[in-house]
């Protein structure tokens, strides 16, 4: 399969991760470990490797398995294209503040992560929940792929109740971060299985 197509499926509308909220004290000393999730996946897609071409001399079964294994991976992520607005809506605001916390934004950081934020991720994260699959190899990569949603979660939940005083509580504020950064190895290798799932069966 072409791999920039499931890595822009899963990078593009999920997972897209979080804005590490450094101190600003902290700020300089910090940029080089901030990063978004979809600039983790960068792969090259000049050319489809002969293992990902489906052999002619298979025999029928396997070609009908394979077509059902594609049939319920696509549908797996049109259930996720679906609710990806929420997503998309969560990180666009949160990414809107910048990407560390003063006293100069905390005000402005409380009220998206009140308003805008933590509803639609929490909408994301609940209609990502009501997802199901018969196919076992995609009920596993959800499984993670759930657990790392929620954890991104409790890290923006954490991220409010650091700038939820006059004061920025950067104690709370960097555990926010450490959660958000263990939801994104997750959810980095739910992406790495799901493009592995789809070379498998010749997804393209």
């Not at 979809?38 to 077509?67: H, K, M």
């Not at 934004?105 to 929490?122: A, G």
């Amino acid at each position: 399969m072409k791999k920039s197509s499931i890595i822009t499926l899963m990078t593009s509308f999920i997972l897209l991760g979080g804005v590490l909220l450094f101190p600003a004290p902290q700020a300089n000393a910090s940029k080089g470990e901030f990063s978004t999730y979809w600039e983790q996946d960068e792969f090259d897609d000049e050319y489809q490797s002969e293992g990902d071409l489906i052999d002619d001399t298979e025999e029928p079964e396997a070609e009908d398995e394979f077509i059902q294994e594609k049939a319920e991976l696509k549908q797996y992520l049109d259930q996720i294209f679906a609710i990806g607005s929420y997503e998309s809506k969560a990180i666009d605001s949160l990414s809107s503040v910048g990407g560390t916390v003063s006293s100069a934004n905390r005000k402005s950081m409380f009220l998206k992560l009140t308003n805008t934020v933590i509803p639609n991720y929490t909408k994301f994260v609940s209609k990502a929940k009501l997802i199901q699959s018969n196919n076992p190899e995609i009920k596993k990569i959800h499984t993670s792929f759930i657990k790392g949603t929620y954890m991104q979660l409790e890290g923006y939940m954490l991220y409010k109740q650091a700038v939820s005083k006059n004061k920025v509580n950067y104690t709370i504020l960097q555990q926010g971060n450490a959660k958000v950064k263990a939801a994104d190895v997750i959810l980095d290798q739910v992406t790495d299985s799901l493009l592995a799932y789809a070379d498998k069966i010749g997804y393209e």
